[in-house]
């Protein structure tokens, strides 16, 4: 599977924040902002958007209101499943190191 490197956090925090279901570029800034209390700026945001958009991971929906919501894809969510697993699979190790769990 193709991977996105060095942009994954922007990338995978607007794959999430699109799992919910389709938004807008600034409903997905603030929804990111919301839950990790990390702001993307629109240089960030529509660098990964369109990196997201070229590997088929998202696509843009018809334009609504002057404002171009996105969707996740099937092969995004498989994407994002995958990175998910990978995430769970470190944390937990660093948790059980440390005692935690």
Same mark, same amino acid.
């Given at each position: 599977m193709q991977s996105l490197d060095r942009f994954s956090e922007p990338a995978l925090f607007i794959l999430i924040s699109l799992a919910e279901g389709e938004k807008h570029g600034y409903a997905i800034m603030e929804d990111v902002e919301k839950h990790y209390q990390k702001k993307l700026g629109p240089g960030t945001l529509y660098g990964a958007i369109s990196r997201l958009e070229k590997l088929h991971f998202i696509e843009a929906m018809p334009l609504q209101n002057r404002r171009k919501p996105y969707k996740v894809t099937e092969s995004g969510k498989a994407y994002l499943e995958e990175r998910l697993k990978e995430l769970e699979q470190v944390?937990? @190790? /660093?948790?059980?190191? @440390? /005692?935690?769990?």
């Open positions: 944390t937990s @190790l /660093g948790w059980r190191r @440390l /005692g935690l769990l």
